[in-house]
């Protein structure tokens, strides 16, 4: 039997993910403010994120989060969901991200990830994009 993708748009898997923040900016509807925390970014797309995160986030409150990446030096701060979330590790968490974006956003992010993937068609890394050196994806997956 086959399986029938739902997705919206074409999502862009990373040979080498993106290294990214994530805040939480929102619990059920209240404004807050934390800390940034280091995520990597393992596929994107227009409408979301596939993230790793050492940060253990509940499922069952809505929290509206903060990620901030670069993109062809572009600093981009997008506004997201949970939709997903799964062990990937001993203490690192992956999780499904559904964008949250206005149209000018959503049209700024669609060009960006259209570069992205025809750029990345000739090299895995391109130097005006966060993507993460070997040394952060060493630290990052390496048990704390």
Same mark, same amino acid.
């Given at each position: 039997?086959? !399986? $029938? ?8 898997? /990373? #040979? &080498? ?6 805040? %939480? %900016?929102? %619990?059920?509807?209240?404004?807050? =403010? ?5 995520? &990597? !970014?393992? =596929? ?16 069952? %409150?809505?929290? /509206? /989060?903060?990620?901030? +990446?670069?993109?062809? =030096?572009? #600093? ?6 949970? $939709?997903?979330?799964? &062990?990937? #590790? ?7 991200? #559904? ?8 049209? !700024?992010?669609?060009?960006? /990830? ?8 000739? $090299?895995?890394? &391109?130097?005006?994009?966060? +993507? ?13």
């Amino acid at each position: 039997m086959a !399986v $029938t993708n739902h997705r919206e748009y074409f999502r862009l898997s /990373l #040979q &080498i993910p993106l290294s990214a923040q994530l805040k %939480i %900016i929102g %619990i059920n509807q209240v404004m807050v =403010d934390t800390k940034y925390a280091q995520i &990597i !970014v393992v =596929d994107i797309s227009a409408g979301g994120l596939r993230i790793h995160s050492k940060l253990d986030l509940p499922l069952n %409150i809505d929290l /509206l /989060l903060e990620f901030r +990446f670069s993109l062809f =030096d572009k #600093q981009m701060k997008i506004l997201g969901t949970l $939709t997903r979330k799964s &062990i990937f #590790q001993p203490q690192l968490f992956e999780y499904g991200i #559904q964008f949250s974006l206005d149209e000018q956003a959503h049209s !700024v992010l669609i060009s960006k /990830l259209n570069l992205l993937h025809i750029r990345l068609r000739q $090299t895995n890394v &391109i130097s005006s994009c966060s +993507f993460c050196s070997e040394e952060e994806l060493k630290d990052f997956y390496s048990n704390p």
